[in-house]
């Protein structure tokens, strides 16, 4: 009896044990990993933030090849999504909730089955004379009291595949083709015009890939409050600005009918008129080269230009993750 005593009295107490130590413990958990890539930072942002690219690198779907993945891009990238479903990985949703161009990403992520669970992912990217520090992070809560024992753990278990993740993220983007861009036929055209929302602000040269996403994310919040259409693909317009190193970059999405915007977002006309025109194929830093080309073009055959050039962008980077395939239709008003 006297053993039945202490072996219900030990039991009470390791019961008592695992209940209260719980208590004290963290409610949350973090795993944080870090690694340099060697390539630019819109490089390795574009990457990391294109849902059509996760399964290329992803370690966990690495486990199961034939794991059932779904992707949904939106443009602009927030809103964006990928599930997966697998009787080895189990099943699943990522979505991109919001970001900052070439800084960070946040995510939501959703474990459906075996267990429902929801986390934050993050990524945070900084440039350096060695391309691109990338760190990607996991955060989630803890329920008491078994989850929260697992979180003493937690570290160990998901360090490894963080690392194998970024090494595999880092071996994809660094043999990433590196297109220097090349450009179309150059040729007269008849432009046809456009009605469009825009954004007008100025902008340092170097941060105009961050500036844009923000401007192009604003304009389609505003359609999308307001269930408005957007009939054809972006455009900008760079405009002279008499600050050294910077441009007044304009920002649109075509619609089909004039809207009255609002104080940010205004309703413009890209009226119809002659242009010079030719496409860009490459990443959008190198379409430099064809405005080049098209000013070449101009001179040697005596048009005169009209007014600021534009740049319509033919292809969604978020459905098409090969840059040399992007194309860039860029248009100088001639008389």
Request: charged share 25%; aromatic share 12%; net charge negative.
């Amino acid at each position: 009896m006297k053993f039945l005593k202490w072996t219900g009295i030990i039991i009470i107490i390791i019961i008592a044990l695992f209940l209260i130590i719980p208590l004290f413990l963290p409610s949350t958990a973090r795993v944080e990993r870090s690694i340099t890539v060697e390539a630019p930072v819109d490089k390795v942002f574009q990457t990391a933030i294109d849902m059509n690219m996760r399964p290329k690198w992803d370690p966990w779907i690495e486990m199961d090849p034939d794991a059932k993945i779904i992707t949904e891009v939106i443009p602009g990238g927030t809103g964006s999504w990928y599930t997966w479903d697998s009787e080895i990985i189990g099943k699943g949703k990522l979505t991109i909730t919001n970001f900052e161009a070439n800084k960070k990403i946040n995510s939501k992520l959703e474990f459906i089955a075996p267990q429902s669970m929801t986390s934050d992912i993050t990524w945070a990217f900084a440039e350096t004379n060695e391309g691109t520090d990338i760190t990607w992070g996991f955060k989630g809560e803890l329920s008491y009291p078994v989850e929260r024992w697992f979180g003493l753990f937690i570290d160990n278990q998901l360090g490894p595949q963080f690392e194998k993740g970024l090494q595999n993220f880092k071996t994809l983007v660094e043999n990433l083709p590196s297109d220097l861009g090349r450009t179309g036929e150059i040729g007269e055209t008849k432009f046809k015009g456009l009605m469009a929302l825009s954004i007008k602000e100025e902008c340092a040269m170097n941060n105009i890939r961050s500036k844009m996403i923000n401007m192009y994310s604003s304009i389609m919040r505003y359609m999308n409050t307001n269930q408005i259409e957007m009939v054809e693909t972006p455009f900008a317009i760079y405009h002279p600005s008499e600050k050294p190193g910077y441009t007044l970059l304009e920002c649109g999405l075509p619609v089909n009918k004039e809207i009255k915007g609002n104080e940010r977002i205004k309703f413009i006309k890209l009226p119809a008129g002659k242009t010079i025109t030719a496409s860009h194929f490459g990443p959008f830093h190198t379409v430099n080269s064809t405005y080049k080309a098209i000013e070449n073009y101009i001179i040697e055959n005596n048009f005169e230009t009209t007014g600021t050039p534009w740049e319509i962008y033919i292809t969604d980077p978020m459905k098409q993750p090969d840059q040399s395939k992007w194309e860039t239709k860029v248009y100088f008003p001639v008389k």
